[in-house]
């Protein structure tokens, strides 16, 4: 029954966010459902178990105190950031610190449940910790959605509330020096918890920074690059039919934008409304790629779709491209149950202004846009001279003007802020020991992370055919052999990196 309560709770908050206009792209729609897809996995795998309840119950919740700005003494406004601890497995006072490191979304007691990091964590009998990243999920200073408040949402005031977590957990704990911490975080918290061993050494162990996309980049073509990649990948049952499919399906799209047949392009597609003007055209065939990209992006994590079934879609002979790409468009809308598909670009710009604070916590899309325009770009676009299958309407400078229209930070502002993160943290050049990479071949964002050893210390464990932050999923028997391979890497690195030092 837990299961069920949690996954119509998060489903409600779904439905409440939709109506509040904060999902109106296709992009975070399915980001939410890969979350909530991986949350029901943990608590399904957990609740078989003879011991489930316990499990689950034995994770608290608690709040921290911190400032709102930790780089202005005079500033005193504070808020609260919510944390869980889970002391089941923690069984030696000198026993090791696990820190689930929160992100671009809401942070949920169910991770401390099952995954990869519990199953360390039983194995090396450590404290289990998640800590919420400000700004999101219920971790809201007051008015913090508001233009003068989410300035002091960052990476680094990020860091900064991890260093006082340290001491607050520490103080509460009685932990010492003996208690190694090490920070467990995949995508944005997978580069978090690299950052938080490099600029907090003396604090941080060691970090496992699953899919971190250490390099900020305000044009990321290669994403999509990978993403054509991945469709033809043999390995997860794609193909070069499967990619060629979809390259000429939108071909046939943009065909039909050209001829300004929009009214089929908008029936066809099931669109809310008409898709006529630039702006809107640009939202569609961005919408439309997206069910693509994120099928690549969570490959075998969710269970409606994967890239075996949208190529067996895409391959279907009996259909043209065009009717192919309509028919995962409308496999798409039966899984997310959705009437009609916005593609308004002005519906998207209103969502990424609504400056409310959501009480469901559930809201992310402003937040997180606010901090590609502020530090890490990570622009997806589709261009001409890129092995992309998608429209070339997918431009860096549409999404990068976005910035100006709903923050007010101009297009050579954003190009600044990137290269001012990459100067403060250094790219791929972290220098520092004791942390490992795990990235898979079919997730895009391993362009951006360490692929190679850097030194004995910087490893990269990397997984052909695993998809993004794979590996932190809960362990299954039919685990690809690659997946099993990484997993007992980062567990042999973590136990040498925890008994030698």
């Not at 001829?259 to 099931?270: A, P, R, T």
């Not at 997206?290 to 890239?307: A, H, K, L, R």
């Not at 990570?378 to 229209?405: A, D, G, P, W």
């Not at 802020?417 to 997730?443: C, H, M, Q, W």
Request: charged share 20%; glycine share 8%; with cysteine.
């Amino acid at each position: 029954m837990l299961v069920t309560r949690v996954i119509l709770v998060l489903g409600l908050a779904l439905f409440i966010s939709e109506a509040n206009g904060f999902l109106s792209s296709t992009h975070w729609r399915l980001t939410k459902l890969s979350r909530f897809h991986t949350l029901r996995k943990i608590l399904e795998d957990v609740i078989k178990k003879p011991d489930g309840m316990k499990i689950l119950s034995s994770i608290q919740t608690g709040w921290i105190q911190q400032k709102l700005d930790h780089f202005n003494t005079g500033d005193t406004r504070y808020f609260y950031q919510r944390y869980y601890v889970s002391t089941r497995y923690w069984s030696s006072s000198a026993g090791p610190v696990f820190v689930y490191v929160g992100g671009e979304d809401e942070l949920v007691s169910g991770y401390l449940a099952g995954g990869e990091i519990v199953e360390l964590a039983k194995k090396y009998k450590a404290l289990l910790l998640g800590l919420e990243h400000r700004f999101y999920g219920k971790s809201m200073p007051t008015d913090g959605m508001k233009l003068e408040n989410i300035k002091y949402l960052s990476s680094r005031q990020a860091l900064q509330d991890l260093k006082n977590f340290h001491l607050y957990i520490s103080n509460q704990y009685r932990l010492t020096s003996y208690n190694k911490w090490v920070l467990h975080g995949g995508s944005y918290p997978g580069a978090l918890s690299a950052w938080g061993r490099s600029k907090l050494p003396n604090l941080i162990h060691a970090s496992v920074a699953s899919s971190a996309p250490l390099l900020a980049t305000v044009d990321f073509p290669q994403y999509m690059e990978v993403v054509a990649a991945s469709l033809a990948a043999p390995e997860v049952g794609g193909s070069a039919l499967c990619r060629d499919s979809v390259k000429e399906g939108f071909q046939t799209i943009e065909t039909l934008i050209e001829s300004k047949q929009f009214d089929k392009l908008k029936n066809d597609f099931v669109s809310c409304k008409g898709i006529s003007s630039p702006n809107d055209t640009a939202q569609f065939v961005e919408d439309l790629a997206g069910v693509f990209t994120f099928v690549v992006q969570y490959n075998d994590e969710n269970s409606w779709m994967d890239i075996r079934k949208v190529c067996g879609y895409m391959t279907n002979t009996a259909k043209s491209s065009y009717e192919r790409l309509r028919d995962v468009n409308s496999e798409y809308m039966r899984q997310t149950q959705l009437q009609c598909i916005g593609n308004s670009y002005q519906g998207y710009i209103a969502s990424l202004k609504w400056d409310q604070v959501d009480p469901t916590g559930y809201a992310n899309a402003r937040q997180w846009y606010y901090q590609t325009c502020t530090e890490f770009g990570y622009y997806q676009s589709c261009e001409k001279e890129t092995t992309c299958v998608f429209s070339t309407r997918i431009t860096v400078s549409l999404m990068i003007n976005i910035c100006q229209e709903v923050f007010d930070i101009p297009p050579e502002q954003v190009y600044k802020n990137v290269a001012s993160t990459n100067e403060y943290y250094g790219g791929k050049s972290l220098g520092v020991s004791r942390i490992v990479f795990p990235n898979g071949s079919i997730d895009p964002w391993h362009v951006l992370s360490i692929l190679k050893n850097q030194t004995s210390g910087e490893v990269a464990v990397f997984m052909k055919g695993i998809a993004h932050c794979g590996n932190m999923n809960p362990s299954e028997p039919n685990d690809p052999i690659s997946l099993k391979n990484g997993r007992k890497e980062i567990d042999s690195l973590v136990g040498l990196w925890l008994n030698s030092y």
